[in-house]
């Protein structure tokens, strides 16, 4: 059985027996009582689509939602455009459902969605890692869609978390750019003797340029 090593923040249970979980990044969400925060959560009620572009977003904006007394009915008047399945699968959980889930799991899948929508009636909440990609607000801005943006957390290089010995290791699961980045930034390169596993296109882009 080949040894895998898992760099994302949540193991899959397929790959418990399998892989060693080394969550290379770690999250840290931002105060709810920043301005910029407030002021987002503020206009709630007006938004007409929530975006909601990971697990740890959906996570961040239920607790923000609850801090700021924003209720399940309140939220549920709004279309969810969840990035993939994974995202949707979180929603599931807090027993809400995703209205959209583009098939290209990325943001240019999420973009894609907006071309065939009245874009003269949108407003749309965006909550996401001060990291994500900003191809949806280049995109809303230059197509005249209202929206707002609001950066809910920070993504790190994990230094707290042991190194496993890559000797012992088959293959590397890397789920996100910043596990890229932050395996470089640990290990300093990229093995080419192992395989290399990416989840998404995105990241497999991101691996590619960093081999």
Same mark, same amino acid.
């Given at each position: 059985m080949s040894r895998i090593l898992y760099l994302g923040l949540k193991i899959p249970k397929a790959? +418990?027996?399998? %892989?060693? /979980?080394?969550?290379?990044i770690k999250i840290a969400p931002r105060a709810f009582f920043e301005p910029d925060i407030i002021q987002a959560f503020s @206009?709630?009620? !007006? +938004?007409? /689509?929530?975006?909601?572009?990971?697990?740890? $977003?959906?996570q961040l904006f239920l607790e923000a939602a609850i801090f700021f007394q924003i209720n399940a009915d309140v939220i549920n008047t709004k279309k969810i455009v969840a990035v993939g399945k994974k995202t949707a699968a979180?929603?599931?959980k807090h027993r809400f459902s995703a209205d959209f889930v583009p098939l290209e799991e990325t943001a240019e899948g999420i973009? !894609?969605?907006? $071309?065939?929508? !009245? @874009?003269?009636?949108l407003y749309v909440f965006w909550p /996401?890692? %001060?990291?994500?990609?900003?191809?949806l607000t280049d995109y809303w801005k230059q197509n005249g869609i209202k929206h707002t943006d609001c950066v809910? +957390? !920070?993504?790190?290089?994990? /230094?707290?978390v042991t190194l496993p010995d890559l000797s012992t290791i088959d293959e590397i699961v890397f789920t996100s750019p910043s596990t890229v980045d932050a395996f470089l930034e640990r290990y300093y390169h990229i093995p080419r003797d192992k395989?290399?596993?990416?989840i998404g296109p995105v990241t497999a882009a991101r691996l590619v340029k960093s081999l």
């Amino acid at each position: 059985m080949s040894r895998i090593l898992y760099l994302g923040l949540k193991i899959p249970k397929a790959l +418990y027996r399998q %892989a060693i /979980h080394c969550p290379i990044i770690k999250i840290a969400p931002r105060a709810f009582f920043e301005p910029d925060i407030i002021q987002a959560f503020s @206009r709630f009620s !007006d +938004y007409t /689509h929530l975006i909601l572009t990971s697990q740890t $977003a959906v996570q961040l904006f239920l607790e923000a939602a609850i801090f700021f007394q924003i209720n399940a009915d309140v939220i549920n008047t709004k279309k969810i455009v969840a990035v993939g399945k994974k995202t949707a699968a979180e929603l599931a959980k807090h027993r809400f459902s995703a209205d959209f889930v583009p098939l290209e799991e990325t943001a240019e899948g999420i973009r !894609d969605l907006f $071309a065939n929508w !009245d @874009r003269t009636s949108l407003y749309v909440f965006w909550p /996401h890692s %001060a990291l994500s990609r900003p191809l949806l607000t280049d995109y809303w801005k230059q197509n005249g869609i209202k929206h707002t943006d609001c950066v809910l +957390y !920070d993504t790190f290089t994990n /230094h707290e978390v042991t190194l496993p010995d890559l000797s012992t290791i088959d293959e590397i699961v890397f789920t996100s750019p910043s596990t890229v980045d932050a395996f470089l930034e640990r290990y300093y390169h990229i093995p080419r003797d192992k395989k290399l596993t990416s989840i998404g296109p995105v990241t497999a882009a991101r691996l590619v340029k960093s081999l």
